[in-house]
């Protein structure tokens, strides 16, 4: 797992600063996936190095937080992040702290991390630093906070979410003191800003257990400060690749406020409109999707409304049918009809109006189902046969 470009380039770092005389490991959400032999892109190295130290040793860099003690390092094999050890000062919005300061001890840093699962440092060797047992935790699938789990909630209140997360995305149990913290501070989660909420549910719909994810978040009590209905009974069994298939699937739980409700998660346009589209798609299908249905929709709209079908009760119908019913359609896009708005225009010789656009509407739908061939001269000998029917 650490044989790809990502941790070569950390290693190159690493290596690069400890000629230098400095202290420097990989941290976080690599080292835990790592243990797990589950990929990871994200390779981080933390070092004793101050920031212009690390400046100093590399000859191209970036800073990206350096406030914070992040200088980005350009090596051959990629970009790394290289952060200073650090304490973090106050934390007075429950969000971020008032300052940072740099410390020159591993053991420091990994103090202020939130699950012992993420406070475990890799040395180049591969070499593991684990002061606060978190691979006893990883082998034991227990989400567990560092120190005192109220005082890490009370710092930044996302970390309740993310043990929620954890425990859908790698299946695992929240430790009972953790959970119960959780509990106690579930309120605090409103002084968070909606993109981080959306952020880690975004993961939680992909994680390999959602329903349990899912459950974590009701018997947290962190429902009751979330927007939305998320009834983790809906939950069972449910698994997506698509993080925007679990917020299709959120969508059609809320009913007709789910566009509101979304919308305070603040989705984007795209998002938003792929969510409209599988629940559409969701609602065609109770009848049976017509040709226009399967030209209509994107194949992975089709496809994940198809599977919140099959959830729902079993369904005749494959998921291969699917795409094998949309590639046989006599056009895939409406910029594959051989004719235009101009076309229409030359043919009529009439002024543009609500005419146009129902006539090519009905060229198109005409052509999906197979009821008229796409080419320019059926086209016009059937325009100019229906024409005088048209409203103009």
Same mark, same amino acid.
């Given at each position: 797992m650490q044989n790809n470009k990502e941790w070569q380039a950390a290693f190159s770092v690493i290596e690069q600063l400890e000629e230098a005389g400095f202290e420097a490991v990989v941290v976080g959400g690599a080292v835990r996936d790592a243990i797990l032999n589950r990929p990871a892109h994200d390779v981080d190295v933390a070092? =004793? %190095?101050l920031p212009q130290e690390v400046k100093a040793v590399f000859e191209r860099t970036v800073d990206i937080g350096i406030q914070h003690g992040t200088v980005l390092v350009i090596v051959p094999d990629g970009p790394v992040e290289v952060t200073t050890y650090r304490t973090d000062g106050e934390y007075t919005d429950h969000r971020r702290p008032e300052e940072v300061h740099f410390v020159r001890s591993l053991q420091e840093d990994l103090r202020r991390r939130d699950f012992t699962m993420n406070a475990i440092a890799m040395r180049r060797d591969g070499s593991y630093v684990d002061y606060y047992n978190g691979r006893k935790d990883i082998e034991a699938g227990v989400i567990r906070a560092?120190?005192? %789990? =109220?005082? +890490?909630?009370?710092?930044? %209140?996302?970390?309740?979410?993310?043990?929620? +997360?954890f425990s859908a995305q790698l299946g695992f149990t929240i430790e009972a003191s953790t959970l119960q913290a959780i509990q106690e501070k579930a309120s605090d989660i409103a002084w968070v800003a909606k993109e981080r909420i959306k952020a880690e549910l975004d993961k939680l719909w992909i994680g390999k257990d959602v329903y349990n994810g899912l459950k974590k978040l009701e018997e947290s009590g962190l429902v009751n400060s979330l927007q939305g209905d998320f009834l983790a009974e809906h939950?069972?069994?449910f698994t997506v690749q698509n993080p925007t298939g679990g917020w299709a699937f959120f969508a059609r739980i809320q009913g007709a406020h789910w566009q509101e409700v979304l919308r305070s998660? +603040?989705?984007? =346009?795209?998002?938003?409109a792929f969510v409209k589209a599988v629940l559409s798609a969701f609602q065609a299908l109770q009848n049976g999707w017509t040709n226009m249905d399967y030209f209509t929709y994107s194949l992975e709209e089709l496809e994940t409304a198809h599977y919140f079908a099959q959830l729902k009760q079993p369904f005749n119908m494959s998921p291969q049918s699917i795409g094998e019913a949309k590639a046989r359609l006599p056009i895939?896009? +409406?910029?594959?009809?051989i004719v235009n708005g101009l076309d229409l225009l030359q043919w009529s010789g009439q002024k543009k109006g609500p005419w146009?656009?129902?006539a090519l509407q009905q060229i198109l739908t005409a052509v999906v189902n197979g009821e008229l061939a796409n080419e320019r001269n059926d086209i016009k000998n059937w325009f100019e046969q229906q024409y005088s029917t048209m409203d103009e």
């Open positions: 070092t =004793n %190095a560092v120190g005192e %789990a =109220n005082v +890490r909630f009370a710092e930044d %209140a996302l970390r309740m979410l993310r043990a929620v +997360r939950w069972r069994g998660y +603040r989705l984007s =346009n795209k998002e938003m895939q896009q +409406r910029q594959d009809l146009l656009k129902d």
